[in-house]
């Protein structure tokens, strides 16, 4: 990682990324064509369906027990490759609200992370809310309104089908003084959760447009995903576990 | 950039990045071998010299208006390249308090830019002084006690001393589940200073090293720059002016 | 102030607070029964207007060459006391983005000062904006356009106008463990601008409702600013220069 | 509560503040004469102790289930009044990283609160940290690391001690415009924390002083406290549970 000179992180494969982790996941169908827009041709949209999940993770290992939160926006894809096809969430953007992961998981494995200023859960029980803003400038409200916890077999189910975190990033490094790429790889990136507690509700998500001058990098990103159709929303689920993210198992997709 | 699915900006080469920009730079005289730890082989070093740069930008027009401050640490460096020499600032780090120009910074001209937080100057004339943070623990401290203005025949001749700005970056994008790189590259990445007001003074640098856990992935940075022998201040000067970023310019070095 | 056993500050009326001041008021007319809701029965409303003004306040001596940034929403006000009337503004609420500020506001001139987050100016010229959030949700966005500076005569007169910023703060203390004030005061706390640069242009204000939850404490403050109609935009203008306060100066109003 | 022209709270005799709480305090021995120095005449020191509590408080329901940290200097005290004594923690300082609270605080019960910046704990277990700063510039470090927890009778006993939180304010409110006060009271605030779980461990505690320039408000606390004779630890704890506060319960002491 930049700086070199410094000095590296050891190449360590027995090393696993760790941390508790608070999620709060809204899924809604879209239309297929509006959403394809986005998919680059490399790649299958298996459902037309965006996920829009909130994660607040402590006790980080690898960041000497601190914390951060992100916003992962993704869809279910594949990568047909000549081994075979990959199945993985695919994500249209990532905001964090602490630059060092935003580094790593763009330079390493093309995961597309940007900054915004995401709020820890507010928490009066049974509801629960965070919003997520750029200097000021609120684009994204999720609120929550819990059920009762997911009990016996449920949670088993739950545990199963919330295990999977694999992402596919399409890690894009522009030329230098040119127009076109130095580095356009798709990356299969392993991450899981292991879910301890997990709560069905009625999750909303509300977007908010922001001018050019409100946010210059992003403001077409958030304009793309305010305007996708919300057919119907198909889930709303919290849950508290365990992530582990294991960046030596990441490869580059062929 | 990534995302890159959302569509880029146009290449154009008629945009310069403009800004307000507010210098206070301190220059130290250390010793050759300790800092040549810190400069890969490709470069020479011109003088086992440090300059420690607070930049406070503002009225940014890449940023919508926004602003940011960075502190820079720099040597002067030379790249022999095949075409000639090359003579330009390299940095040992930048830290910066935004990430958007951390990410344009490392991914098109390989400038080793990280997160901390930077205070704007607290300015009680003649006294300016700004801290730099992680996570709210300060390791690094700068006091400048400001003199007269520089004026006339002396202006005209800092003025030309802070102009030029170019840097030298080295681009070092990791491989995917693998020690090494998939890139690394040396940048001539060209900016220059216009100068409008300047005044010498007396500048002090205090740093303060930080444990593991209080910076994991920075402490072996600010530990070796705490660690360099000071011989003397060579020069302490605060600037007022613009900067002009010209990032089509820039070339990859051979 | 408290903590009051390390011992205060000397009372020394010699001492004026003095800052660097950017400011950008917007003034509308709106409906007098509207208004007078809000003004205590001891005030006189001699205008149905609202001025909100961002003060971007620097090197302020007595933050040791600190800053902060306010938004003051203000109403012309006149004080029928026995000494005969009192003329000033009546602020109808002060955000602030200091908390040291804030407390000596509230405790020793009962100017009703609340915190949020407020933007430095964004400066894209012509064109300034900043948005005021509390934990990550947008409550105002205040806009303004440029047009040229004001000169001469006219500098001369916006120079008068925009001296005077005398306050009348309500000081309020409750009672302990029982409804009711210990305190409640009428204050006069005198202060000036002496301007610089003056601006005419185009102000927008344009006001969020938050929720309890977003906002638990100052929601109904929000929503009453926001209900008030706006029957037109009086004066728009950006100015710079010096505010001085004068505490010691400060007087309770009979 | 300032300001009161838009309506106040209702005085609820039934109504308690609820957050859950994380607390790490380190007690000290200290020298009685150095402490009685801060400790005004009419209150009586019970023992020459002071204690430092990190207390991260979330789910919070007067603040629509947000959150907050802050940490308390306090010292075991006595009021000798008319109907008896009374004996309780009398805060020397309080330092919080939430506006809302400092105002409450200040205002209904004379707690010193001020404003500071308290990173959440950074938890690598068994290691726990935090660090406490001003506009960048760290003046508290505070470090634990965690035995094993406490359980069984121990516990039961651990619950009984930590459980009175009882506060003495000295509110005091100043005359304006010339010295003295115009409140000057001291209040008992009863509180009380529900511990669940508790761990012994070796708590440390790093005070750093910082300059008129770094902290023009509060340097001169921070250089009291940080010079304060460590004779030995007396006790360090880790403890969570929920704190109530009864602010209806608060009384002027006589």
Sequence with gaps: MMPAHF???????????????????VTF????????RYIPEELELRAPEVQVALNQLTEINWLGGGKYNLVLVSVPARFNGKKGPVDAAYPLVIWENRTAPILTGREQTGVP??????????????????SVSYEGNTFLSMQFEAGGPITGKDLERAK?????????GWRYIPKVGAPGADLSQFIHFPQWMEVEMAYTGKGTLQWTELSV???????????ALASL????IVQSVLAEGEVILDTTQARVLE
Tied chains: 1, 2, 3, 4.
């Excluded at 992370?113 to 629960?128: N, T």
Aim: proline share 4%; hydrophobic share 35%.
């Design 7 to 25: 000095g590296g992180d050891i190449f360590d494969t027995s090393y696993q990324a760790r941390q508790k982790a608070t999620t709060l996941a």
């Design 29 to 36: 169908e879209t239309d297929r064509a509006e959403l394809e």
């Design 113 to 130: 992370k940007i900054f915004a200023d995401i709020e820890d859960l507010h928490i009066y029980r049974p509801h629960y809310a965070t």
């Design 160 to 168: 199963l089908q919330l295990r999977p975190l694999d992402l596919i």
């Design 213 to 223: 001058m409100q946010n210059p990098r992003q403001h077409h990103i958030i304009r």
């Design 229 to 232: 159709t919300v057919k119907k």
